[in-house]
């Protein structure tokens, strides 16, 4: 591999790091951009904890959720997935782009809805008007949310329910906890 950066001991000093230390957590864009450079990447769809651990500004919580999501079927296709997945605006989660790989890629675009909707306040009848959820999944919804408490977020969801992971990827895009 040929040494592009300059010799500058401090850059140096992280590239060892970025190719030796695999738990290394990202610090800045500059160093989201250096190790993009040095081949690093995570595919999204199969990431562990400690691998969405290596981003900056992402907690053990969100690690995990977008771990059991993904084991449970759910397939992210861009970094718009896993903004939704996470309840968090996409813009938030760009500079990590250089490093996210999206092996389950899909070109068509998907319709946003505008408006999202809270499960751990919603009507049977709103949550019947999300696209994906008949009348029968907002019962269950509201139901389980009154004997159980709130849901703390989409994998918690998704667990209570028992969905597959189909279904949570189609309803995630309009859920918001």
């Not at 970025?18 to 990431?47: C, F, M, T, V, W």
């Not at 813009?91 to 946003?112: A, C, Q, T």
């Not at 969905?163 to 949570?168: A, E, Q, V």
Request: glycine content about 4%.
């Amino acid at each position: 591999m040929s040494n592009w950066l300059p010799l500058n001991p401090k850059l140096q000093k992280l590239r060892t790091k970025l190719l030796n230390d695999p738990y290394y957590r990202l610090q800045s864009g500059e160093e989201i951009q250096i190790a993009a450079k040095l081949g690093i990447r995570i595919d999204a769809n199969q990431a562990t904890v400690d691998d969405w651990l290596r981003l900056p500004g992402l907690s053990i919580h969100q690690a995990r959720s977008l771990v059991e999501l993904s084991r449970s079927g759910v397939k992210f296709y861009c970094i718009e997935d896993i903004a939704a997945a996470l309840g968090m605006p996409a813009p938030r989660l760009e500079p990590l782009k250089p490093l996210l790989n999206f092996s389950y890629y899909d070109h068509e675009s998907l319709d946003r809805l505008t408006h999202l909707v809270n499960p751990n306040t919603a009507t049977v009848e709103k949550l019947a008007e999300i696209p994906f959820m008949d009348l029968s999944l907002a019962e269950a919804v509201v139901q389980n949310r009154q004997s159980a408490g709130l849901y703390h977020n989409l994998a918690d969801f998704q667990q209570r329910l028992k969905l597959p992971g189909d279904t949570i990827a189609q309803l995630m895009y309009f859920l918001r906890f």
